[in-house]
Structures are given as C-alpha cells and as structure tokens.
Nanobody
Framework: QVQLVESGGGLVQAGGSLRLSCAAS????????MGWFRQAPGREREFVAA????????SYTDSVKGRFTISRDNAKNLVYLQMNSLKPEDTAVYYC???????????????????WGQGTQVTVSS
C-alpha cells in the first residue's frame, strides 16, 4: 500500500511563496509519475502540475506556468511544488497523487492517478 502525505500549506499574502512537499512510502517511488491537483470550495478538482517518473518531463496548467515549479527527489521519495507569486485564486486544498501506470511522463487527468494524499490547505489573502 502506498501512502502519500502532503505538507507545507498555510496562509500567505498575495505575491508570497510556499513550497509544498509530498512524502511517499514504498520502494518503487522512482518508477511512477507524480501529479499535483487542487480543489477550491464549490469547484471540481483540477490539475496543477505533473512530473515524469525520472523527473525529466514536467507539465503545468496554464494558470500556474511561470509561477509554480514541480520537482522530485527520488532518493528521498519526495515530490515538491514550489509556488511563487501566489494569487487569491490559488486558494485551494492541494493534493499530490501517484500515477496508476509506471514509467510515464505524467497525466493531466485525475483518473490516471490511483493513490492520493489527504491534501494540504493553501490560502492566499489579498
């Protein structure tokens, strides 16, 4: 069983930064792409960023390009989301997720992920 635990959320003013971390259990972390999704109140869960199993390929939703950076440390079973220039519309619960299939570049679709963390709240005040 894989467990994912997010941390690093909090309250920040607009223009500020936060770095989210996701710690994964298991010995096969490096075989799987990872993704970050978010869900704001009253809205559906949406894709934020994904990173391939090797870390060589990343993708982002348009609204965070140039502001957010996804990265991973396969030696430590960690994936990160560095968030800069935060905006009030970034307020949401952020979830990390593990790809259902191994050795992929990462998908923008939630159904492509089978393990999810419990989420961490990010609140950006104006």
């Amino acid at each position: 069983q894989v467990q994912l635990v997010e941390s690093g959320g909090g309250l920040v003013q607009a223009g500020g930064s936060l770095r989210l971390s996701c710690a994964a259990s298991g010995r096969t972390f490096s075989n799987y792409a990872m993704g970050w999704f978010r869900q704001a109140p009253g809205r559906e869960r949406e894709f934020v960023a994904a990173i391939s199993y090797s870390g060589d390929y990343t993708s982002y939703t348009d609204s965070v390009k140039g502001r957010f950076t996804i990265s991973r440390d396969n030696a430590k079973n960690l994936v990160y989301l560095q968030m800069n220039s935060l905006k009030p519309e970034d307020t949401a619960v952020y979830y990390c997720a593990r790809s259902r299939l191994s050795n992929t570049i990462g998908s923008r679709t939630a159904a492509a992920y089978d393990y999810w963390g419990q989420g961490t709240q990010v609140t950006v005040s104006s």
